[in-house]
């Protein structure tokens, strides 16, 4: 039995060890701005592109085009601009201040209407933002832990305080009815908009550094800092598997589960990409992405059902990776 488990061993560092060779990569598509980034998004079906630069212009770009969709007007936009997000449809673009949002039209090139939040502590700010997938929904994120749950056909909002800590990652359900949150305080929250109780709770020895569900919205990878990183179901929390790795150290930042494959995308703080093996928890391997600057990361990713990656970075680099290469292994 140890000599089984020992050859196994050797196989799948042998298997990580190929991953690590193959040269995934297919080049840079395009860099849409020289500018580095504050915010930067890949639409749902990689159609648009969303850039918000250091000097706070807001951009969306036709991905296949290269070509300008539509760009906020300076004197429009909510200053200092700390949060921007696309639709799920395509058809709203968010932006968000220190405390008030905006929506504007994407298709109709204009401004609907702006929209002020606070949190449980007055000096709070938002950290973080969401549109359900029919656009009816949004939540807003304090840095104080609270949550404002707004229905943008009625108007209402109802606030709660989930976390005791800044939330950074929000996730609905595909209704738009149940929705996941991560935080600073480790703690991570599946709940339905409009109760203030939660269907389960989680809590990690340190602050959730990433956060996102699979395409059914019936699986979630988390990872609190340096501790442990999990794949877990996302109705009751259990774990289906844990990734394993052989640095001493590894930061997990921007993550995405493959569709119509066993793969979850992890990057870093620094500049790289790694695969994994949702059954095992295998590493798979780790990649340097193009980069313009120093210290340059992924901000955003999307997968197609063909087997391709992309990435866009924190230069505005947008990034095709061949992940059939991976079938091989």
């Not at 193009?290 to 087997?307: D, K, L």
Request: aromatic letters at 8%; a neutral charge; glycine letters at 8%.
């Amino acid at each position: 039995m140890r000599w089984y488990t020992v050859i196994t061993t050797l196989f799948l560092l042998l298997l990580a060890g190929c991953g690590k060779d193959l040269k995934l990569s297919e080049g840079v598509v395009h860099q849409f701005e020289q500018e580095p980034l504050l915010v930067g998004q890949i639409s749902d079906d990689g159609r648009l592109l969303l850039t918000v630069t250091v000097s706070e212009q807001v951009t969306v770009w036709r991905t296949a085009s290269r070509q300008v969709e539509y760009q906020v007007p300076q004197e429009q936009l909510l200053k200092p601009v700390r949060h921007a997000l696309l639709s799920k449809d395509n058809s709203l673009l968010l932006v968000a201040n220190y405390d008030t949002l905006g929506i504007w039209s994407v298709s109709g090139r204009s401004f609907i209407h702006k929209v002020q939040f606070t949190g449980v502590d007055p000096m709070a700010t938002i950290s973080h933002i969401a549109l359900s997938p029919n656009n009816g929904r949004a939540l807003i994120a304090m840095t104080d832990g609270s949550l404002n749950m707004a229905d943008l056909n009625t108007r209402l909002n109802n606030r709660f305080k989930p976390h005791s800590r800044p939330i950074d990652f929000l996730a609905f359900g595909k209704q738009g009815e149940l929705f996941l949150t991560g935080a600073q305080d480790g703690k991570v929250g599946l709940w339905q908009f409009g109760s203030p109780k939660s269907l389960f709770e989680k809590e990690f020895a340190h602050r959730v550094t990433s956060l996102t569900t699979d395409q059914d919205f019936s699986r979630f990878f988390v990872s609190d800092g340096l501790g442990a990183q999990h794949i877990k179901t996302l109705v009751g929390g259990e774990e289906v598997v844990k990734l394993n790795y052989s640095a001493r150290f590894k930061i997990f930042r921007q993550s995405q589960f493959i569709p119509n494959a066993p793969l979850l995308a992890t990057s870093s703080s620094k500049s790289h990409l790694s695969l994994w093996n949702t059954g095992s928890g295998d590493e798979l391997g780790t990649w340097t992405i193009a980069t313009q600057r120093e210290g340059a990361t992924i901000m955003s990713m999307h997968a197609t059902s063909a087997g391709k990656l992309y990435t866009l970075n924190s230069d505005a680099m947008l990034q095709s990776w061949d992940l059939n290469q991976l079938k091989a292994l």
